[in-house]
């Protein structure tokens, strides 16, 4: 029953985004899988290309969206790429960097912080997906060694990724 749930909603993602004028072809390259694979009735998609449809969505379905959510979704959208930086996404927002930054600040928000956040999140779903190496995980959040990931992972979440996960393996052992 929860994969029938999960695939209707997967569905109704990709049928809701194609209304809003985006093609298959792009839907896939954003949520990094086959156009095959994201036709067939139960595709299972992981969490990380799950949240990656949701805030293509949040993007076209609120286009009133705070400033900040906007910043969120193309930081989410462009870490993997390595184009997450202040200066591409002004770009991308037709303004200059010190223009982000007072209008980011008028919501009581920084880049560095949304960066900060948009990293903490997305390694957390990188991380349940245990066929991704931590290397893997290190460079799709735009880190340049897997040991800057690990200090930033340890100050999130007081342990390493390597101990996260087998946290939460040694908890998948008990449960199962």
């Known amino acids: 029953m929860a994969t029938d749930a999960l695939a209707s909603l997967v569905a ?4 809701y985004l194609q209304s809003a004028g985006i093609s298959r072809g792009e839907l896939a390259r954003y949520a990094r899988v086959s156009v095959e694979q994201l036709s ?3 595709v299972r998609l992981s969490p990380s290309q799950l949240q990656r449809l949701w805030q293509l969505i949040q993007t076209r379905l609120l286009p009133s969206l705070t400033l900040g959510r906007k910043v969120r979704a193309m930081i ?3 870490l993997p790429e390595g184009c997450a930086r202040v200066e591409d996404v002004a770009a991308e927002l037709n303004m200059s960097r010190h223009t982000l930054y ?5 919501e ?9 956040e948009v990293r903490r999140e ?14 893997e995980v290190a ?10 990931f690990s200090r ?19 908890g998948s052992a008990l449960a199962g």
């Open 40 to 42: 067939e009735p139960q």
């Open 12 to 15: 109704a993602m990709v049928t």
């Open 139 to 148: 460079e799709l959040l735009g880190f340049s060694e897997l040991s800057a």
């Open 102 to 106: 007072k209008r980011l600040k008028e």
């Open 122 to 135: 997305q390694a957390l779903c990188y991380l349940h997906d245990r066929d991704r190496s931590l290397l």
């Open 76 to 78: 989410a959208e462009g």
């Open 152 to 170: 930033a992972f340890k100050r999130w979440m007081g342990r390493s990724p390597a101990e996260f996960r087998s946290a939460r393996r040694a």
């Open 108 to 116: 009581d928000l920084t880049f560095l912080g949304l960066v900060e």
